[in-house]
């Protein structure tokens, strides 16, 4: 006889499927504000998962391009993406570029899709960063003295933690931006603001498997490219404003 079921659940898993989870129900609630129907909803839905799950993995696999030369063997080649992690950035942009297809015919619902998902984007990672200290992963740097925190000896930098706590901030940020002024661009505001927060949380954390060329990580990279980005739209938008006067 087994009375009872005992399931092991990896604790990383078990805190992106909660922020997954949020994330889609607070996205099924806005359907109405944004106007986009139920059935639209769930086929972007299924792309964005596999878009997202894709560049995640390929982003990864990306950054471990040299331990490949390194132990280049067909085999080593074959399954460097199955076997790769994932990355919060890969699986960012692979939904990005997943709604952009999708979108590519109307570029209304793209603008629109964006500002309806927003939000939603730091209220997931927020989980899959406390899912990342349960497991021990993407952890920070050593302490010189260790402290606790709710019981628990820290010995390294919580940059998990630090990193879920300033997530919901932005996700509480952006839901204030956008009942404060009408059309506020959220996308731009997360991309910009996590931007900049990735930069400068990398430099609390210890681990070398996300990739380090010329002094900084595969992200910090990605971030500078992000925040260059923006920072050249709202200049070209400037000069031709100014040229307009």
């Known amino acids: 006889m087994y009375p009872y079921i005992h399931i092991v659940i990896p604790s990383y898993m078990a805190m992106a499927l909660a922020g997954g989870f949020l994330a889609i129900c607070f996205l099924y609630f806005r359907l109405g504000k944004f106007g986009i129907p139920f059935s639209t909803f769930i086929f972007m839905l299924f792309w964005c998962i596999v878009g997202g799950a894709a560049g995640s993995k390929v982003l990864f696999a990306a950054t471990q391009i040299p331990w490949l030369l390194e132990h280049l063997t067909l085999e080593n080649a074959l399954w460097l993406i199955p076997r790769s992690g994932f990355v919060f950035y890969g699986g960012l942009f692979g939904v990005l570029f997943t709604i952009c297809i999708l979108t590519r015919k109307n570029h ?5 899709v964006f500002q309806f998902s927003a939000p939603a984007m730091p209220l997931f990672h927020a989980f899959g960063r406390i899912g990342c200290f349960l497991a ?100 070209k938008h400037r000069k031709r404003f100014s040229l307009l006067d």
């Open 136 to 235: 021990g992963c993407c952890y920070g740097r050593e302490l010189e003295e260790p402290f606790f925190l709710g019981g628990l000896e820290m010995r390294r930098v919580p940059v998990q933690l630090i990193e879920a706590t300033a997530e919901l901030l932005l996700f509480f940020i952006l839901l204030a931006a956008e009942r404060k002024k009408q059309g506020v661009d959220l996308l731009k505001i997360y991309l910009v603001a996590y931007a900049v927060l990735r930069f400068a949380d990398e430099f609390l954390r210890d681990d070398a498997v996300r990739g380090i060329y010329f002094g900084i990580s595969t992200a910090q990279w990605i971030s500078l490219a992000v925040v260059l980005y923006y920072t050249a739209r709202f200049l």
């Open 108 to 112: 209304e619902l793209r603008d629109k």
